[in-house]
Structure formats: C-alpha cells, structure tokens
C-alpha cells in the first residue's frame, strides 16, 4: 500500500476544505462534492453505514453527551438526523438564539445506534452543553454552515469541552480520522471493520492528562493549554498571538544553511528527488525540478504557505516530506527523507512539542498532530474499501 502522503485522498485536503486553517472566526464547512440524489430537499440514504457511538468518558452520562454529524455532499451543506436522513443546511435552521439545534441525542444508556449515508464531513461531540452551528450564507448566497473553533476566544463554543473525527464516506469505502491538527480535548477513539478490523486514536491510560502535562511543562507552549478543556495546536495559537510566530525559526534557519552543502534526498512514488538550496531556494531535481522558498514557522505548522502541498504528484509530495520533517525535526540528522523510526522524531530541544505529547499519548504512536502527519504513516487515520460498520467511542478522560 502505498505512503499515506502519496495517496490520492488524503487527510489534509479533507481539513482545509473543510476550513481547518480558519482562524478568525467559525469556518464555513466545505467538502469535496459527493452524488446528492435529492437536492431540493432530504435524501434518501444511499450505501447506508452502521455507525455504533459508545460512551465510555466516565466523567458524562449520555443525557449530557451532544452528537453532530455534519458535512457536504454534492457541494451542498448537510446534516445527518436520528434517522439517517441527510438534510441540507437551511438559513431557516437558525433559532431564536441565532443557531442551529443540529443535535443528535444518545440513547438512553448503552450504545447509540445511527444510520450513515454516503457524505464527507465531521462527527462532533460536546460534553455538558451543546454546540453553536450558526447557518450562513456563503459568498454565492447559498447556505453554508459555521462550525466551532475552539481555539478563537470570541467563538460561541470557546466555552464547551467539544472536540471532531473526520470521515469520507462514499462508493469507494469509508475514509477516516480522529484530529488534533486544531486542537485536541476530548479522548475518542474510531473503529472500523470491513475488509478488516482497525483502530486509531486509542488513548493510553492517563494519556489525556499527560498530554496535557507535557504541553504544559515546555514554557513555550504552555500558553495553548486553555484549563482542562482543550490544548490548542500551536498553528492557532501563533494567529492568536500566545505563541511565538519565529519559534522554529532558529531550525528552518539551520536547515536552510545545512543543505546549502550537501544534497537531501526526498523518496516519493514518483521517485527520489535531490536538493539543494540555491539562491534561497531549496530546489530538487530528479522526477520534476520542484523548488520551495523558505518558510516561516506558521508555513511548518500549519503545512501551508511555502509548503503547500498542490495535488500534483511531484511538488505535493515533496512538500508533505519536507512538513513533517520540519515538524518532527528530522531534517538535520538525517538527509534521507521521509524518514520512518518513529524514536528519531521530536528529539530536538525546538520541535513541535504538541504534536510529540499526543503521539505519546497513544497506544499505537499515532496522531493527526499536523497536516501532514500522515506522512510514513504516522496519522491516527483508518480506510477499507468494504466498510460494514464503524464506531466512534468516547474514551475515558
């Protein structure tokens, strides 16, 4: 099977169309487009997924549990109710309060048994109260739908311990994700079995509580700890000015000046690319002559900027290796990218110490600590191509 970061569906492009980068205010959803068979109202549902939602925080009884399932299909904003319906987003949905009441209770007690039709989107979970969806209009005067960005003071639900999973699911399978690129709160997990039987983004014991911890004990990320509600990735907490907008400055600056000298060598499916920097530029030879300015500590975090990632086969690829290099600080001590020993990553004074805490706080090592964290495998994402049913369970905080 092929690299996570030389597959055609990746993670990445599921979060910023889905508005993962927002940082002002709510992002307005929108997803790559999916067969919507209906459009002027309701759907029926279409390859019709078991979904399983099991309670298991300790610390909230299901009355107090709020589920959302929202996304897109066809371009067109959508929900999923109860019944396994999917319903477009209506400026109408809007109450008195200016929201949207979108959610989806939890049995009684036991397991919450849902229906999911062919969509792309999120699966929300607030604790203790519910989330504030506001129904917009997008720039097209078509309506859209602003989700929470918990990692923005002024946001609605900057208050509410809420957190996501990210899913894909459509005729070629279900394609899916717990997320910590924004922030990470709530300890989920996600299950799927088809073809086979997988897991990601189970938690050790404690291991919300260390991460937190860890996050905390390094003065420069401590800031992006908000009480015991959420950490905020460091990307946001740049924009909101709590953390420091040159902090990897020091090693993009060491990076720049160590391959000045010698050669990097990139591995991709397209081939092994070789670079240098050159007037500024890191430059690479080999498949196609691809080349990337130097970025700024916001380009590394947010995988964006100078190192966005186009769908090309040749620049994109390179610079997904390059994000998680910078991010893992593997650049320096090894010129054979992507590197793949997890016990090399992080190792550094300055890294990107968010995304090593919620690594080591899973059982498997593996989290979506950044956009680019797929690369070598290393992203808490699960696929099959013959889904008979998937879980989301809420794990012990």
Known sequence: MAPRHQRNLTRRKMLFALGGAAVAVPAIASIAPFALADQSGTTAASGSLPVTVVNNSGSFTNGSVHLYVVGNLDGKQVRLTADG?????????????????????????????????????????????????????????????????????SDPNYGILHDCAEFTHNASGMFCNTTMVDMFSVPMSIRLTGDKDQTAGTLVDGGRAAAFAAVKEVEEFAGLVV???????????????????????????????????????????????????????????????????????????????????????????VAAVLGAGFNRTTLLSNPDQPTTDPATFYQTALTNHYAKA???????????????DDVADFASYIQDTSPTGFTLTLTAF
């Open 358 to 372: 919620i690594h080591a706080a899973t059982k498997d090592g593996k989290a979506y600590g950044f956009a680019f």
């Open 227 to 317: 009480d015991d509600t959420r950490i905020i990735a460091p990307g946001h907490g740049l924009d909101a000015g709590i953390f420091a907008k040159d902090y990897l400055a020091p090693y993009i600056d060491s990076v720049w000046s160590t391959y000045t000298g010698k050669d990097l060598r990139v591995t991709t499916n397209a081939g092994t690319f070789t670079g240098r920097v050159r007037a500024d530029q890191f430059t690479f030879t080999g498949p196609a002559s691809v080349s990337f300015a130097k970025p700024s500590t916001r380009d590394v975090l947010f995988c964006d900027g100078n190192l966005a990632a186009p769908n090309d086969g040749t620049t994109g690829p």
């Open 85 to 153: 319906q999917v319903v477009p987003i209506a400026l109408a949905d809007n109450g008195a309060d200016g929201f949207t009441d979108y959610a989806i209770p939890l049995a009684g007690s036991g397991e919450t048994k849902l229906s999911l039709p062919y969509m792309s989107g999120r699966i929300y979970v607030s604790m203790g109260a519910k989330l504030k969806f506001k129904a917009v209009a997008d720039g097209n005067g078509n309506p859209a739908l602003q989700y929470p960005a918990g990692w923005v003071t």
